[in-house]
């Protein structure tokens, strides 16, 4: 399944990382790990060190090893979300008119 994983550090624990070099290696390690579709990275509105990342989720059992990376070496918080490319919104297509004629009132 598509999922979306926001990552968002602590502005001091980015600091540290960028003060020992660690940071840029650290991101990359975690990254090929998960092997994403896509990924940015930006500062978000609280001016923390974020990104957004796309990637292929096949078991639920994989969270623990998709988040503890960023919780252990940025003290992070996440968030994970299933999502959807144009694609997949037409193949949903049938469901959301069947929906519409089911409950849209």
Known sequence: MRMLLRVSIPVE???AGAKAGTMGSTVEQILADLKPEAAYFFADDSGQRSGSI???MKDTSQIPAIAEPWFLAFNAK?????IMNPQD???AGPS???AAKQYGK
């Open 96 to 98: 959301i008119g069947k």
């Open 13 to 15: 624990a980015g600091n």
């Open 54 to 56: 796309v990637f292929d």
């Open 89 to 91: 919104l037409a193949k």
């Open 78 to 82: 996440i968030s994970l979300r299933p």
